[in-house]
T-cell receptor
Framework: EAGVTQFPSHSVIEKGQTVTLRCDPI?????LYWYRRVMGKEIKFLLH????????ESGMPNNRFLAERTGGTYSTLKVQPAELEDSGVYFC????????????FGSGTRLTVV | GQQLNQSPQSMFIQEGEDVSMNCTSS?????WLWYKQEPGEGPVLLIA???AGELTSNGRLTAQFGITRKDSFLNISASIPSDVGIYFC???????????WGLGTSLAVNP
């Protein structure tokens, strides 16, 4: 079984540019989560999809962040325009069971905004 | 908001030693989870705890859900070099599906 795949693994962009991160969850997993870890801080929840619907997006930092999951398969997280404080590692996780802790995480996308 | 205090922040031990780390929360949690992250990878679940007082083992790892529901610990016995990584605690309260995470414990094992 393929795991959770995230692309790109690394991205370096200039302040003000746009970046789109992609997550391919494990096939058949209805639940998809985005998390972010800023250097020196804890991993923070961003949002949760159930199929194509946003179940909880209360962790999204601001309106520069837009997450989509059209068709309930892969998800994208777009940052536009990127700011320096957006730098960090963005993790995606998926699960079939809604209970927390049964998520499988991807390897993350390390975003650096310069 | 809810916070998790995870300690110690880092540990450097000799192979064969036992390791203990813990997390405390400012509020009652319903779930405690322990993850390990290796370089270039995402966190991998080690142990999940869903009931106060629960003590669960996974090989050389043992974790407990504190009876007050505000703390949890993870023990690693007879450490080996491949135990190196960052260990995170995480949990959630009530019906909230958002996980709250600790800052992590970085473990280094000297062969």
């Amino acid at each position: 079984e393929a795991g959770v795949t995230q692309f790109p693994s690394h991205s370096v962009i200039e302040k003000g540019q746009t970046v789109t991160l992609r997550c391919d969850p494990i096939s058949g997993h209805d639940n998809l989560y985005w998390y972010r870890r800023v250097m020196g801080k804890e991993i923070k929840f961003l949002l949760h999809f159930v199929k194509e619907s946003k179940q909880d997006e209360s962790g999204m930092p601001n309106n520069r962040f837009l997450a989509e999951r059209t068709g309930g398969t892969y998800s994208t997280l777009k940052v536009q325009p990127a700011e320096l404080e957006d730098s960090g590692v963005y993790f995606c996780a998926s699960s079939q069971d809604h209970r927390q802790g049964l998520n499988t995480f991807g390897s993350g996308t390390r975003l650096t905004v310069v | 908001g809810q916070q998790l205090n995870q300690s110690p922040q880092s540990m450097f031990i000799q192979e064969g030693e036992d390791v203990s780390m813990n997390c405390t929360s400012s509020s009652i949690f319903n779930t405690w989870l322990w993850y390990k992250q290796e370089p270039g990878e995402g966190p991998v679940l080690l142990i999940a705890l869903y009931k106060a007082g629960e003590l669960t083992s996974n090989g050389r790892l043992t974790a407990q859900f504190g009876i007050t529901r505000k703390d949890s610990f993870l023990n690693i016995s007879a450490s080996i070099p491949s135990d190196v990584g960052i260990y995170f605690c995480a949990g959630n309260a009530g019906n909230n599906r958002k996980l709250i995470w600790g800052l992590g414990t970085s473990l280094a094992v000297n062969p």
